[in-house]
């Protein structure tokens, strides 16, 4: 933009110098050339023009004195020469003014020509004034955003270090490695909470423990390291264990006025379709042989029963 108008000035400079040269007097060659054609015309037309004047002052002579004689003293014919040279010399004196007219009109071209590119070189540099400006003015626009940029941008990286801060302050160890069963937990994010509320439940999945139900006259049936087959809820593919423990104390189910009796049971987790804490599912447990009548006896209390992991 600088570039451009130091141009479109030095081009105005110049231009205006030109012009104001030739009002005083020290015109451009092309001009000059002009000027000594049309003084050279002048000098013609005032030595043609005294000529003219001579003969025009004959002619009257002449006219005098033949008016005076009564009778042509001088020969027509000589008058007629005076009379064709006069017109000859009038003609080239009309000739000499178009000529200079010309000329004069040639310099009048120039000099507008001159003004005209002075008007289109003030205009550039106007114009390249007012780029400059408003570059300018909007250099100074993006320098203010890029302070307030750069102000946010020094807030932003201390608000950062005050939640890096904050989080250091906020890191939950827990005691356990394993797998989070918690559902919904993005949902406690940005809400608060306080001190000793649960949050989150993280469970190790590889091995579980299955606690069975089981009724009291079952009991004395099982004994600890009988073979257990378990069927997870609405599946036929069991896993296989052994008890682990059989509880030393009765325990009445909500739904049942017999005492129950829970059983212990260790189940290594399937990693492709792995249980979860609270899921249902059956066990059959495969008890010492018994007699035919025990096997009536206790037909119909199948040793299928729910059971709460």
Known sequence: MLVLEDNARQAANRIQHELASIHQGNSPPQIQALERDIEGLYQKKEQLSASLKIRQQRLKTIKAVNQEAGSSVIPAIRVDELLDDTYSRQGELAELTSLIDRKQAQIQSIVKELNDKLTRAKAELNAATAARISVEENLNAAQLVVKDRQRQIQELAAEVQRQLSRRDQLILVADTTGTVTTEDLDLLENTWHPAGQKIMEIVDLSDLTVIAKIRQEDEKFILQGDQVKFYKQGELQPYT?????????????ENQIKPIWTV??????????????????YVAIETRPMTLFAKLKHEVLKVMRPIFI
Do not use: H
């Open 241 to 253: 264990t052994a008890v682990e423990n059989i509880s030393s104390a009765l325990k009445s189910d």
């Open 264 to 281: 212990r049971l260790s189940i290594t987790n399937d990693e492709t379709n792995p249980m979860k804490p609270g899921m249902t599912g």
